[in-house]
């Protein structure tokens, strides 16, 4: 145990002549403790978020254009807003998948999919999920919105003529096949397309899922 000297209590006289006792101990300067933390804290808090500003950006799980292409203008039918082309959602970022309402298997689950996705981003008014028909001769505009709509009420149903139907399948990159029994393969990928009408990434239905996590940071432009 260490001592330490203490100084005797000496007398303060006040104006009314009575006596107080006060203390000229020895007391160490803390305040530069104090200061010394403060600045521990500061050079922390400053390294932290130079740490965050230059942090890459994380990898997104979509594959990207090399060269993005333009959604084209090919007119297609929505039963309430009428006549329209994929340019006409330029300002908004589009979800486009091309599907088909009698399909028994991928089209509702990635509906539900990109529901859950949209769900999980607070439904942002700035994205546009939209479902482009690949049967336009069973699927009118209005069964077309009317299927989509199940699964969430802001998304976008489109159907059109067989020809303009082919022509928007085409300009993305999608392949169809009706089968005997009236059913369709067809590609099944979710085509990201900016809010300047360019295509700029693709998700397979392994990758969709992580569109809950690229979303932002491609709503943020930090990297298509």
Same mark, same amino acid.
């Given at each position: 145990?260490?001592?330490?000297?203490? &100084?005797?209590? &000496?007398?303060?006289?006040?104006?009314?002549?009575?006596?107080?006792?006060?203390?000229?101990?020895?007391?160490?300067?803390?305040?530069?403790?104090?200061?010394?933390?403060?600045?521990?804290?500061?050079?922390?808090?400053?390294?932290?978020?130079? +740490?965050?500003?230059?942090?890459?950006?994380?990898?997104?799980?979509?594959?990207?254009?090399?060269?993005?292409?333009?959604?084209?203008?090919?007119?297609?039918?929505?039963?309430?807003?009428?006549?329209?082309?994929?340019?006409?959602?330029?300002?908004?970022?589009?979800?486009?998948?091309?599907?088909?309402?009698?399909?028994?298997?991928?089209?509702?689950?990635?509906?539900?999919?990109?529901?859950?996705?949209?769900?999980?981003?607070?439904?942002?008014?700035?994205?546009?999920?939209?479902?482009?028909?690949?049967?336009?001769?069973?699927?009118?505009?209005?069964?077309?919105?009317?299927?989509?709509?199940?699964?969430?009420?802001?998304?976008? +149903?489109?159907?059109?003529?067989?020809?303009?139907?082919?022509?928007?399948?085409?300009?993305?990159?999608?392949?169809?096949?009706?089968?005997?029994?009236?059913?369709?393969?067809?590609?099944?990928?979710?085509?990201?397309?900016?809010?300047?009408?360019?295509?700029?990434?693709?998700?397979?239905?392994?990758?969709?899922?992580?569109?809950?996590?690229?979303?932002?940071?491609?709503?943020?432009?930090?990297?298509?």
């Amino acid at each position: 145990m260490r001592w330490r000297e203490v &100084r005797p209590v &000496r007398s303060v006289r006040t104006g009314s002549n009575r006596q107080l006792p006060s203390y000229t101990g020895d007391v160490k300067p803390r305040w530069r403790t104090l200061v010394f933390i403060l600045l521990l804290f500061g050079a922390g808090a400053g390294a932290y978020n130079l +740490g965050v500003f230059f942090r890459p950006p994380p990898e997104l799980s979509g594959t990207a254009f090399e060269t993005p292409l333009p959604v084209g203008n090919a007119p297609l039918m929505h039963p309430t807003l009428g006549e329209m082309s994929l340019e006409d959602f330029q300002g908004d970022t589009v979800l486009l998948f091309f599907g088909y309402t009698r399909c028994p298997d991928v089209c509702p689950f990635t509906l539900a999919r990109l529901a859950k996705v949209y769900r999980e981003l607070d439904d942002p008014a700035e994205v546009k999920v939209v479902m482009v028909t690949i049967d336009p001769g069973h699927d009118t505009p209005e069964i077309t919105q009317r299927y989509v709509e199940s699964f969430h009420p802001d998304f976008i +149903g489109l159907s059109g003529g067989n020809a303009q139907v082919a022509e928007v399948a085409k300009t993305f990159f999608i392949g169809s096949s009706q089968l005997p029994d009236g059913l369709y393969t067809h590609t099944d990928m979710v085509v990201v397309v900016d809010s300047k009408g360019f295509m700029r990434r693709v998700y397979g239905q392994d990758r969709v899922p992580h569109l809950s996590e690229d979303l932002p940071v491609l709503l943020a432009g930090r990297d298509w």
